[in-house]
């Protein structure tokens, strides 16, 4: 790689070249040029030795040791490059001027030079190598170790930084004498990887270094020793140019080599003391991985991904492994005399071995050359084992997939808890009440390898754990990874969450500051070359600070699902990279193969995109609700589909988002109201105010647009049965139409309920479809204008003609079935259906049109008016001919003209005649509304109850009327038409008016009351003080209104209860019954208690009931009085008897103090004669029978005495 180290080596070695040459000695001066070039190969030993940077370079920056220095003195090599080092690591900036490097700075010297690396030096991987880089760049280093939960006695895997492991204890630095290593020891720049010295070379055994040092060391005094041999020994074998070798030659070599290793070694010592080495080993079982994400850019150059271990044999924790960590020794300083005597004496011990050796034989040049490529082949061997590209964990297919997401972490989790797969699960085709499961959260620190945390449940806590080290980072710790697609789409998920709940929040009152929400998975997992497959949940906390009241959610957990998710699909198939995918529309795929899903897909969700019909195989709708296109099945079309701009990280996210609403949805009641707006190209839009602020939250979160946030929400809001109510009958869309129809816009009315028929299902669309029959209705029976008369009649005529839905709209160029398969919507039953509306139109139409019109029915659609009522359940033939005569007025009853009609007074005298046919007061208008109900003529149930709406607001028909008839008709329909049409079903409460619950009830009517009290009637109300309770007659009708919390102890105006008038009435059979529910028997009140007030009517059957039931024979009322003497006095000479047979107090007083006797001379003798009779002759009984008893207790005591 081209440095400024290269640009500028050749100005430093040009300088000391000359140098050099300047300090060559002269002392031959017989020596010419010639000579000099001769002597060429002789000098070519030391000047070998002077260069060689590359290797200098790598030997210095992979030294840690004294004995890495030793090696590196021995026939050095590279002696320029040393001094150059050494100057360019520890001199000053003026030092460093004389090697050109005056303005460099200290990151460009670690970077080449020393083995440390820091805040500003780092090391990546780069395809089978290590590059040392400036900056920080984006690499994982991770210690995994095994943990003992002393408490349970299990073991468990803990994932944390260096750092991490330290602190907990689980690593330990060798030589270090506290039990943990204290911040203050812990330098920043511990944190940065140092991949070079621990997985970027294979060290060798420590004994070859050794044998390299012993190496040298031979090689060196070899060289020494070869050349006393040549001086001192064999002079005349090894001469000089023909000449005995000078005597200055041998001792400037020997000192100069010495001088030279010696200097070497100085600035290979001096250099490796810049850094400061731990040497770390584990106290627990323990691995370290280091991470490098793919498509790294660092400058110009991008680097690849790559996975690399430390790890024990078979891939295990193991305590046997070594971590050296290598950072600037800052407290390290040399100072500039040292070091300038370093350079200085390197420098004269070169000149001097160069001197001398020139005078030596070339034997020796060349057994110095020669020692010195061996060394330098040595020290190079030293360290060849170093990491390859083949080397990663990753495949090059995993380093593929990932690289296109960024997904590096996900694929990385999947290799430590050995998964094959992980896949969201989904249990929407149920319509049950998901209940947020008690499992614990997902740990950020911890798996724990206990049975009851599945292995997917451990696979989201290590992705949870590697999000946290790759985010939100602290001093000196590895770098936050950036612009990853899985944590920014988590990012985006986790804004609309707390959006929503924020919204939420201010819908309902929130009881506490928690909630929680399940996602299910699968995980196909490895253990012991097993596949197991386990079904999960992960359960997800959100939270309200107490602050800022916002709610938070856990980011990790997000990134940990979708990222995991997302890579297992995209392992599974590549399709998944598409730009456009698909969602499926609603929540199944059996919704998304219902025509109703068509039907409220277009009310509620379309936009822009149409939904298409595609093959069910495109979705694994159990798994996720989108899919991929292929062309695999061009034939099978059986589901709905929208075709999104979304890429898979996004669809995965609104998966988790449906998920989240449908939990958070369970429990919570969202009340709103919809309505149809004006749309563009003069359509119609539904809108609702709760809905469009969940659709705002979607689209502030940034999780898609408008039609993405649509399709989630609307079905989870349909299937928690909280879609707001849009039909033809809705409040809002009522009052639109009569606006409309106010200001002559017809057309307008009849296409927003025409645009609502074909979007509604079921009883909406049934009610839009009867609201469609009333405004025909309406604008027949419209006289001020001829033209909505006749729009009224070629829409009713549209009607008549259809014979479906689908053929009603195909006549207006609007089919239901279009891009759809054959027989979209037009079933038999719709068609039955339709076929009954069209019937019932017919029937009104004919009566309320003329000659003219009737003669144009019967002629293109062969009309007659006619309308068969073959259920008449027993109806007289009278009755049914007054039902059909009310029927006919009701439906040709112009209820516009009706409301132009002031009331002059509240008086019934002053009201017009009209008033009274239509004021709800005729059992006509009750057989009327039964025949069509029997007959299940349900448009004419709808229009009947909008007609009944309308005059109970004027105050002509009582609403309780309506509301009675409706449910003593058996209708539903009617019940619920007329409240949706602003009927309150408790009218009169207020007032203190008879109520429609108290009209049934009073009547004993328990099928009537039941539909009342099923729709909202009130139990607990009062008519002129009498409580709807005390009106039953029968125990079934008391027993429904029990069910629906009335009070059982309610009293009427005269202070009897139930049970009081039950026994007034000698009903012994709801007597029975209320006392079985907790009547109380013994009230004393303002009313009369039962027992008395049978003792009072001589009722002894009725006494005789009460007292076996429980009832307090000597129970008194408020004035004292018990049901004997009620009865002494009354005379009830049959009640007395059975008081006194059952043992009824005859002693008792009352409140002033009188006993019954006492009460009967107050009586009317020839009243109480014979009452009187039984109570003397009970007295005298009981006299005797206590005067015998104690004459035979005293006749007892004068035996014993």
């Known amino acids: 790689m081209p440095s400024t180290t290269a640009l500028a080596y050749p100005k430093y070695s040009l300088w000391l070249t000359l140098l050099l040459l300047i300090l060559l000695p002269g002392a031959q001066a017989d020596d010419d040029w010639d000579d000099f070039t001769n002597d060429l190969a002789t000098d070519l030993a030391p000047l070998l030795a002077l260069f060689g940077e590359r290797l200098t370079k790598q030997y210095l920056s992979e030294s840690i040791s004294v004995l890495d220095n030793f090696i590196f003195s021995l026939a050095p090599l590279g002696i320029l490059t040393a001094v150059v080092s050494v100057i360019r690591v520890c001199g000053s900036s003026s030092l460093r001027a004389f090697v050109g490097r005056a303005q460099e700075g200290p990151g460009e010297a670690e970077r080449e ?173 323990s691995k370290i991985y280091w991470l490098q994400p793919g498509g790294q850019q660092i400058g110009e150059q991008v680097f690849s991904a790559f996975l690399d271990v430390s790890e024990g044999p078979r891939s295990q924790t193991s305590t ?29 011990g070169w000149v001097i071995q160069f001197i001398g050796l020139r005078g030596l034989n070339a034997a020796v040049s060349l057994a110095q050359m020669g020692s010195t490529v061996l060394m330098a082949f040595v020290r190079t061997w030293l360290r060849t084992k170093r990491i390859g590209s083949d080397d990663s964990q990753l495949t090059q297919e ?108 201010k819908w309902t009152s929130m009881t506490t500051g928690i909630c929680y929400f399940t996602v299910p998975f699968e995980c196909l997992s490895r253990s012991e070359g097993v596949t197991i497959t386990s079904n999960e949940q992960t359960t997800l906390k959100i939270e309200r600070s107490e602050t800022t009241l916002q709610w938070t959610i856990n980011v990790g957990q997000l990134e940990a699902i979708l990222g995991l998710w997302t890579w297992s699909l995209l392992k599974s198939n590549e399709g998944w990279l598409q730009q456009e995918l698909g969602r499926l529309v609603g929540l199944h795929e059996g919704e998304a193969r219902a025509e109703s899903t068509d039907l409220y897909f277009h009310k509620w969700m379309f936009c822009k995109t149409e939904a298409e019909m595609l093959s069910s195989k495109m979705v694994s709708s159990s798994r996720q609700l989108f899919g991929f296109y292929s062309d695999s099945y061009p034939e099978d079309t059986d589901i709905l589909v929208v075709r999104t701009k979304n890429g898979l990280e996004m669809m995965a996210a609104q998966d988790i988002y449906i998920h989240f609403l449908d939990s958070i949805l369970g429990d919570w009641r969202l009340s709103d109201q919809a309505q149809v707006l004006l749309g563009s190209q003069n359509g119609h839009i539904a809108s609702s105010q709760r809905l469009d602020g969940l659709v705002q939250c979607f689209r502030s979160g940034h999780l898609g647009s408008r039609e993405d946030a649509l399709l989630c929400i609307v079905p989870v809001l349909r299937r928690r049965h909280i879609l707001p109510d849009l039909a033809g009958d809705t409040p809002t869309v009522s009052q639109r139409i009569d606006e409309l129809t106010a200001r002559g816009q017809w057309s307008g009315a ?101 000659s003219s019109i009737r003669a144009a029915l019967e002629s293109y659609l062969g009309a007659n008016g006619c309308l068969d009522f073959t259920s008449n359940a027993g109806m007289s033939d009278t009755d049914l001919d007054q039902a059909k005569l009310a029927l006919s007025s009701w439906l040709t009853f112009d209820v516009e003209a009706f409301k132009q009609i002031t009331l002059p007074s509240s008086s019934d005298d002053t009201r017009p005649p009209i008033f009274y046919e239509y004021n709800l007061s005729r059992k006509r208008d009750l057989l009327c509304l039964r025949l069509v109900t029997l007959n299940g003529l349900t448009s004419f149930i709808h229009w009947l109850m909008v007609l009944w709406a309308e005059v109970c607001k004027l105050r002509c028909g009582e609403a309780a009327t309506a509301f009675e008839y409706a449910a003593r008709s058996r209708s539903d329909l009617a019940i619920e038409t007329l409240c949706r049409h602003g009927l309150d079903i408790n009218h009169g409460e207020s007032s203190g008016a008879r109520t429609a619950l108290m009209n049934t009830v009073s009547i004993d009517d328990k099928d009537a009351t039941a539909r009342i009290l099923a729709h909202g009637g009130k139990v607990n109300v009062c008519h002129r003080r009498v409580p709807v309770f005390t ?33 007034e009435r000698n009903d012994f059979k709801t007597a ?107 007295y005298n009984r ?9 004459k035979y207790r005293a006749d007892s005591g004068d035996q014993q005495i």
């Open 1031 to 1063: 009106m039953a007659q029968s125990a079934e009708v008391m027993a429904l209104l029990l069910e629906y919390g009335v009070d059982i102890e309610s009293t009427d105006d005269q202070g009897n209860t139930a049970l009081q008038l039950a026994c």
């Open 113 to 285: 030079l020393l083995s440390c690396v820091s805040e500003t030096t780092a090391e990546v991987f780069n395809n089978g190598g290590i590059s040392r880089v400036f900056g920080k760049p984006e690499i994982l280093e991770i210690v995994v170790w095994e943990d003992q939960n002393a408490k349970e006695g299990k073991r468990s895997l803990q994932i944390g930084t260096l750092h991490d492991a330290l602190r907990e204890g689980a690593w330990y630095r060798e030589g270090y004498k506290g039990e943990h290593l204290d911040e203050q020891d812990y330098p920043p720049a511990l944190d940065v990887p140092n991949l070079s010295l621990n997985t970027g070379i294979k060290r060798r055994r420590p004994g070859w270094f050794y044998f390299a040092a012993v190496l040298g060391c031979m090689l060196q005094i070899g060289v020494l020793f070869l050349s006393a041999l040549t001086v001192f020994w064999y002079p005349t074998n090894f001469k000089k140019d023909g000449k005995p070798v000078a005597a200055y030659a041998f001792p400037l070599f020997f000192l100069g080599s010495i001088l030279l290793c010696t200097g070497m070694f100085l600035c290979a010592f001096i250099i490796e003391r810049s850094t400061k080495e731990f040497y770390l080993r584990p106290n627990k079982p």
């Open 750 to 850: 009849f296409s927003i309920l025409r645009w609502l028929c074909k979007r509604c299902e079921g009883p909406e669309f049934e009610r839009s479809a009867f609201e469609l029959g009333r405004l025909c209705h309406r604008a027949l029976m419209f006289r001020g204008d001829p033209v909505v008369q006749q729009h009224g009649y070629h829409e009713t005529f549209w009607i008549m003609q259809a014979d479906s839905r689908a053929d009603y709209f195909k006549r207006f160029n609007e089919p239901l079935d279009k891009r759809r398969k054959t027989g979209w919507m037009d079933s038999r039953k719709e068609r039955e259906w339709w076929k009954l509306l069209s019937m019932q139109m017919e029937w009104v139409a004919w009566r309320i049109a003329d």
């Open 398 to 505: 995993e380093c593929r997939l990932s690289s296109h997401k960024k997904q590096e972490l996900d694929c990385f989790a999947f290799h430590l808890e050995e998964v094959e797969s992980f896949n969201l699960r989904k249990d929407f085709a149920e319509d049950i009440s998901r209940v947020p499961s008690n499992l614990p959260l997902a740990s950020t620190t911890a798996i724990d390898s206990d049975a009851s945390v599945g292995p997917g449940n451990r696979l989201i806590q290590t992705r949870v754990r590697l999000a946290e080290l790759t985010s939100n980072v602290g001093r000196g710790g590895n770098k936050a990874w950036h612009d990853l697609p899985i944590r920014n789409a988590a990012y985006k998920l986790a804004n609309t969450i707390e959006k929503t709940m924020d919204l939420l929040s």
């Open 1182 to 1190: 009981k006299q005797s029978s206590r005067l015998a008893k104690g």
């Open 320 to 348: 046997d492994i070594q971590y050296v960590k290598s950072t600037r020794h800052e407290g390290q300083k040399v100072d500039r005399v040292s070091l300038v005597f370093t350079v200085l004496l390197t420098i004269l």
């Open 1072 to 1178: 029975s019954f209320l006392l079985r529910r907790g009547a109380r028997m013994d009230i004393v009140g303002s009313g009369m208690i039962p027992l008395i007030h049978a003792a009072q009517r001589d009722n002894s059957d009725m006494i005789g009931f009460l007292l076996d039931h429980g009832a307090n024979i000597n129970v008194q009322s408020r004035n004292g009085r018990t049901a004997l003497t009620t009865a002494a006095c009354e005379p009830s000479p049959n009640a007395i008897r059975v008081l006194l047979e059952k043992g009824a107090d005859i002693n008792k007083r009352d409140n002033q103090g009188r006993t019954v006797f006492e009460l009967l001379k107050e009586c009317d003798e020839s009243k109480v004669k014979e009452t009187r009779t039984l109570l003397e002759e009970y």
